[in-house]
């Protein structure tokens, strides 16, 4: 009887656990989506004043990196990484929106922008599952934890069985 009330209780606390995984990769999402919506905004500036001067992005940015002023090739690196960025995040951003609900995990850990994780780990409050994506992760995490208790439980009673000593060392 034990065994199974642990069973049980193994199975709820990882079913808790894994049902929180679309509820934290939804929180990731919209902080991305704000970062590509105030990204957008950037480029958009960046490439308006470089057509008002009759330039492409590559030939504005290429300004930056032959003007004698230090001041101005550090910026030329910073836009460059900014637009850098912003092709990352987009990019991922639209992944994540067309992904499903197998693969959104491993496109989170493979192209998260550690910022915004980071960002959204800190304001993350965990939520109750509603969706059917995240009762499925909780049943998965319900299944998962309570058989990897139940198949530890069978291993250690037939060593108990097998060798009387074991259970009492």
């Known amino acids: 009887m034990l ?52 330039l492409s992005r590559d030939e504005a940015l290429d300004r930056y990196s032959v003007s004698p002023d230090r001041f101005i090739n550090t910026r030329g690196v910073s836009m460059t990484s900014t637009l850098d960025r912003f092709e990352h995040i987009e990019a991922h951003y639209t992944a994540l929106a067309d992904a499903n609900m197998l693969t959104r995990p491993v496109l989170l850990a493979q192209h998260s922008d550690q910022t915004l994780i980071a960002g959204a780990w800190e304001d993350y409050k965990p939520a109750v599952p509603t969706t059917a994506e995240g009762m499925i992760y909780g049943l998965v995490g319900f299944l998962f934890g309570g058989g990897l208790v139940a198949l530890l439980g069978n291993i250690l009673r037939r060593l108990r069985q097998a060798m009387p000593g074991f259970s009492s060392a």
């Open 3 to 54: 065994a199974r009330t642990f069973t049980l209780i193994a199975g709820l606390g990882t079913a808790t656990l894994a049902c929180q995984a679309p509820e934290f990769m939804q929180q990731y999402h919209q902080r991305l989506g704000g970062a590509v919506q105030e990204l957008t905004t950037v480029v958009e500036e960046f490439d308006r004043d470089a057509q008002a001067q009759g």
